[in-house]
């Protein structure tokens, strides 16, 4: 029987993956710890990992996160919450369940702020978007101690890099709940932050967690995993107003708030490795928004 850690559990993806793994391994031992687990204090992460029996795999959802905006009101107080959560988990994994292999997530926003179609060989070349950075820089800073920690320790694992997750139970303030939401309580104007060109790789959340769950394996120490579906604001905001019959004013609030304009991901270490994401049949934008928009947010 295959034992599972999952943190972040109470999270949109993390609560996914808990529904998912029990679909996929129904004899699993799932254990999932969320928000009730303070992980900034190193006590209660030596409490949950001491007090688990031999884990073999831990997936490390758990961080803080918000939109742009958010992150730059908020950079500080992101980045130490994170790098403490980083550290102390981090190392009483190593002191408790050195056998287990441990999956950590990173971001499109842990990219150099001027690539595009990201790499992996690009994960360190370049600086990172400002009113970002100390999210990606977070992002970073776990799989450079995962790094550490299999050279010194031999833990196994790898940092998987997802798409722009979108799906029912997102409550949170990210492009496609917010569009849903502003959609519902305006039916006159719709405020559109950008011009709408900026390009994000989209994927639906079933599709990701299918796709953490393929390539839970990797030996590497990094790998993209997006849906390679990418897609403008302008072309989600366009299948969202016909999805809902939505017609009020769509305003975009100017190329300047912009931040990059076309982040995707380069699946081609992912294809070769495991045939994701082109032999997987995954759903299209437009399916997506439309069970998103049915099921609700």
Known sequence: MTRYLITGSDGFVGSGMKHFLSQQEPDAEIIAIGREHNLFDPAICKSV???CRKLDYIFHFADVNGNAEWSRRHAADQYFSNMKITL???????????????????????YPE?????????????????????????????????????????????????????????????????LISKMKSNSHELLVWGDGSQVRDFIFLDD????????????????????????????????LQELMDYRGKIIYTGAGNSITDDRRLDMSVATRYSGWPGSFRLKSLREGLKITIEIGT
Request: with cysteine; hydrophobic share 40%; charged share 15%.
């Open 49 to 51: 990992l001491a007090s």
């Open 88 to 110: 102390n988990f981090l190392e009483n994994v190593v002191h408790y369940q050195r056998q287990a292999r441990f999956i950590g997530f990173s971001s499109l926003w842990a």
């Open 208 to 239: 990701q967690l299918q796709g953490i769950y393929r390539n839970k394996d990797y030996e590497g120490e990094l790998l993209n995993i997006a849906g390679a579906q990418p897609a403008s604001v302008y072309e989600v905001v366009t299948i």
């Open 114 to 178: 001027k690539a595009t179609n990201f790499r992996e060989a690009d994960y360190w070349m370049g600086g990172l978007s400002e009113s970002i950075q100390q999210y990606g820089m977070s992002k970073k800073m776990l799989g450079s101690g995962l790094a550490a920690c299999r050279l010194q320790h031999e833990l196994k694992g790898t940092m998987l890099v997802l798409g722009s997750i979108y799906g029912p139970g997102d409550h949170s303030d990210h492009l496609v709940p917010s």
